[in-house]
């Protein structure tokens, strides 16, 4: 059973802090994916990454940064939090190749910036 | 970049009436269209998916038509059922160095009333 896990279910910091969150796969994944969710917007991707220590920027990047030292672990920094940055955060990971291009989803973190 | 349109953003039908949500999307480079089903406190999980040397895939109660040429792809669910409630995403991905990188629409929130 595939399992993507992110390190916290809820968490509420304040403005100006630095916000680590922090994503797990044990599929062995090549491709990592953290993702933005708002009413009404959907999901937007915010970084991806197709190998450790690569990162590609997706549609929102500005504010965030990732990192990736292990292929199995996938980590999205909030350098100076910000109240317009309060929403569920959501993580993914998938295969590389044409032939299983499903995304696997942890469970979401709601922060709250406060 | 690819950008997907959803429509419509909330549908409501009554148990047992069929539900459609369609996609629209802009790179003729997109190949691989998958719909992905989120129920309320839950991730989003793959219902079903498309390429685009395919022109309809059904998998019982749920079928998936692509229309390359006009860049549409639409999900129908026949014969809803209350568990039927939940957001569904549509995603556009290409293959970019091998990785499927998945754009996602707005989000439709099916509600079936029993």
């Known amino acids: 059973d595939v399992k993507v896990t992110q390190s916290s279910r809820y968490l509420v910091k304040r403005t100006g802090e630095k916000v680590f969150l922090e994503c797990v796969q044990d599929?062995?994944?090549?491709?990592m994916f953290w993702y933005r969710q708002d009413p009404g917007l959907g999901l937007r991707l915010i970084y991806f990454s197709y190998d450790v220590k690569m990162k590609e920027k997706g549609d929102i990047p500005e504010g965030y940064s990732v990192s990736r030292e292990k292929k199995e672990r996938f980590s999205l920094i909030l350098e100076s939090a910000s109240t317009n940055q309060t929403s569920m955060y959501l993580c993914?990971?998938?295969?590389?190749?044409?032939?299983?291009?499903?995304?696997?989803f942890g469970q979401g973190t709601r922060l709250t910036v406060v | 970049g690819e950008n997907v349109e959803q429509h419509p953003s909330t549908l409501s039908v009554q148990e047992g009436d069929s539900a459609v949500i369609k996609c629209t999307y802009s790179d003729s480079a997109s190949n691989y269209f998958p719909w992905y089903k989120q129920e309320l406190g839950k991730r989003p999980q793959l219902i079903i998916d498309i390429r685009s040397n395919v022109g309809e895939k059904k998998d019982q109660r749920i079928a998936v038509t692509l229309n390359k040429t006009a860049k549409h792809f639409s999900l129908h669910i026949t014969e809803t059922q209350p568990e039927d409630s939940a957001v569904y995403f549509c995603a556009a991905s290409q293959a970019s160095g091998g990785s499927y990188i998945p754009t996602f629409g707005r989000g439709t929130s099916l509600i079936v009333h029993p």
């Open positions: 599929m062995d994944h090549e491709n």
């Open positions: 993914a990971s998938s295969s590389l190749g044409q032939s299983n291009t499903e995304a696997f």
